[in-house]
């Protein structure tokens, strides 16, 4: 009797705890709090995630000028700006032979060295943009048809690449890196809005990339890649970087702390990497922040990436 009065009493106070958490705090919200502390699987396949398509406004064909590769941290630009560095017709901000984020201009000029929370303040509104083109002629070879910059907060700031650039250089356009969430320990929460305001603005001359595709189909990324500009049909996924001392001791830090992206590994060629990583990918990855960034992976066709059974959403 005394052991059922005891149970009783235990059941009405949780009865009223649970009332009190339903009043504080909605269901939504306690689905919200109880799915935090779970990182749904991802899966990455040719079969979870669909080929992108272009913009229809896209404009095809040889225009010699400045592509600026966009991205955001720890994307994989460093990679593709070394692999667009392998053509005979590209010259970039360094020494070709090295996958390194110091070939990035902000890295050659010193605006690197300024606080994070500037460089990625919204508008870079502080920067010199009339300065920079020519900061960045004393690094290009300008007797190549195509200059290739990578930098990334230059992404919140496209109309000052066109204004200040154009005059100098031609034509610039904008080579946009896309990275889904899987595997990535990242995600600016203003990315979508970033990656969306370049392409919005200039349909024509934006092509955009996304990192998984590389590996998963690269064959095809190539194909379209060269019918967009014919001058970087010789680019080289095969092609391997070599040591260079240009490799800050900061860079290799950062890398040997897990800061990966398409470049955490530095001595191989890209087409290794992607050898490498598949298998992963296919078998699945832990993915942080998936449910923050949901309305970005579905945009992007990441959506069925995401094993939505393995978390509550």
């Known amino acids: 009797m005394k052991i059922s009065t005891q149970f009783c009493y235990l059941l009405r106070i949780s009865t009223t705890i649970g009332a009190l958490l339903y009043v504080v705090f909605p269901t939504n919200t306690l689905r919200q709090l109880t799915s935090e502390t779970c990182h749904p699987i991802c899966r990455i396949t040719e079969e979870s995630l669909p080929e992108y398509v272009q913009d229809t406004r896209l404009k095809h064909g040889e225009s010699p000028g400045v592509i600026f590769l966009l991205g955001t941290p720890y994307s994989g630009t460093t990679a593709l700006h070394y692999l667009l560095g392998t053509s005979n017709n590209v010259s970039i901000l360094g020494k070709e032979n090295t996958m390194s984020p110091d070939k990035e201009g902000w890295e050659k000029t010193g605006l690197k060295k300024h606080p994070l929370r500037e460089r990625w303040d919204g ?32 992404i919140q700031a496209p109309d000052q690449l066109v204004k200040h650039f154009t005059p100098f250089y031609g034509k610039v356009r904008f080579l946009l890196l896309v990275r889904g969430q899987c595997g990535y320990h990242g995600g600016n929460p203003e990315r979508s809005k970033l990656y969306k305001n370049v392409l919005d603005k200039y349909p024509e001359d934006t092509f955009v990339i996304r990192y998984e595709d590389v590996c998963l189909r690269w064959e095809k990324v190539f194909a379209d890649l060269v019918r967009w500009e014919p001058l970087l049909a010789d680019i080289d996924i095969n092609s ?72 509550p959403m």
């Open 240 to 311: 391997i970087p070599g040591e260079s001392p240009e490799v800050s001791t900061d860079n290799r830090l950062r890398a040997n702390k897990g800061h990966r992206g398409l470049h955490d590994h530095a001595n191989v060629s890209v087409e290794q990497y992607c050898d490498s990583k598949l298998e992963a990918w296919a078998e699945g990855l832990e993915c942080k922040d998936c449910q923050a960034q949901m309305d970005f992976l579905k945009e992007w066709g990441y959506g069925d990436t995401v094993d939505k059974e393995s978390c």
């Open 123 to 154: 508008n870079l509104g502080w920067v010199n943009w009339e300065k920079l083109p020519k900061e960045y002629g004393a690094f290009w070879d300008t007797s190549k048809p195509l200059l290739v910059e990578d930098s990334p907060p230059e």
